[in-house]
């Protein structure tokens, strides 16, 4: 026997022999602590909702289902530049395959095609927890360098350009170099 999964900050988890032939539609929402775990686990200030729809699809005489939806979300970030909140709305859809673990086995890729439908993933225990594959996506539409209105880095480099804004000539690294080879 197989070890339970472990609990997500998100979890929804959907027994896939209870789904029988058709598809089945959830909409999901996290409650305040689990938006705080999610808040900590994908480094947010805050995440203050985080809704979703998700289909959930078996396919007609196999050990498939397929798994599409959409979800919002309202996020603060901290700035890269300044720290200061960066308040976003977050959305996206997404499509996912699951499978039983043998026939996840039988899929094995060994070259990678960009075209190609990703392989399924394996149904864990016989469920699918659909609240971790939306936060998995949720994490993946997040902007990874959120910048406060008017932030820039400053540079820390000689660009070419004094402090009185005339342009300079960049001293050669290998000038010191040069001098040595004509003694």
Do not use: W, Y
Not at 38 to 61: H, N
Not at 96 to 101: I, L
Not at 159 to 175: H, L, Q, Y
């Amino acid at each position: 026997m197989s070890a339970a999964p472990p609990a997500t900050e998100f979890s929804r988890s959907v027994e896939v022999a209870g789904l029988g032939g058709e598809p089945r539609e959830f909409a999901i929402a996290a409650d305040e602590s689990e938006r705080e775990s999610l808040a900590r686990r994908f480094d947010l200030l805050s995440l203050d909702r985080l809704e979703a729809t998700v289909t959930v699809t078996p396919r007609e005489g196999s050990d498939i289902v397929r798994v599409t939806g959409s979800f919002e979300a309202d996020v603060v970030q901290s700035c890269v530049v300044t720290l200061e909140p960066v308040p976003a709305a977050v959305s996206g859809a997404f499509e996912r395959t699951f499978a039983s673990p043998h026939l996840c086995a039988l899929a094995q890729v060994v070259e990678i095609d960009a075209e190609q439908e990703d392989p399924p993933e394996p149904i864990t225990d016989g469920s699918i927890d659909i609240g971790e594959v939306v936060a998995e996506h949720m994490g993946l539409e997040l902007n990874p360098f959120p910048r406060a209105p008017g932030a820039e880095f400053e540079s820390t480099q000689n660009d070419g350009v004094g402090t009185d804004g005339v342009s300079e000539t960049r001293k050669n690294p290998f000038a010191i170099l040069e001098k040595l080879k004509d003694r």
